[in-house]
């Protein structure tokens, strides 16, 4: 088959656009020709998840005198245009140390 392909494209070796290349009838590929050329027969199949998230954060010595908390409101439609994964962190208090981690499986097929 790779000599057949080589043999064609010698015969169209000339400088020409894809939309310029027109096959006769005597050089059209077979069907079977042309999907056993196309990608995709080779599947890798690992199963495998690894999954790690390592946060290590520290507070302390801190002092907070006279504050003032507020509300945590996230408006209606606030995520409405958001997209693909989102994460919302919030905080009433004071000398609060937020730490956040996401671990995100994905399957690709």
Do not use: F, H, P, W
């Not at 080589?6 to 290349?21: K, P, R, T, V």
């Not at 996230?74 to 995520?79: R, S």
Request: hydrophobic content about 45%; aromatic content about 2%; cysteine-free.
């Amino acid at each position: 088959m790779r000599l057949a392909l080589i043999a064609l494209s010698s015969l169209l070796m000339a400088n020409a656009y894809a939309a310029d290349l027109v096959l006769t009838n005597e050089l059209e590929l077979s069907e079977e020709t042309m999907d056993s050329s196309r990608g995709g027969q080779y599947v890798i199949d690992i199963d495998s998840v690894t999954a790690s998230s390592e946060i290590a954060g520290l507070s302390a010595g801190n002092t907070a005198l006279n504050t003032v908390n507020g509300d945590n409101v996230i408006a209606a439609g606030a995520l409405a245009a958001s997209s693909g994964v989102t994460s919302v962190i919030q905080n009433t208090g004071n000398n609060v140390l937020i730490q956040n981690s996401m671990v995100v499986n994905l399957t690709l097929k």
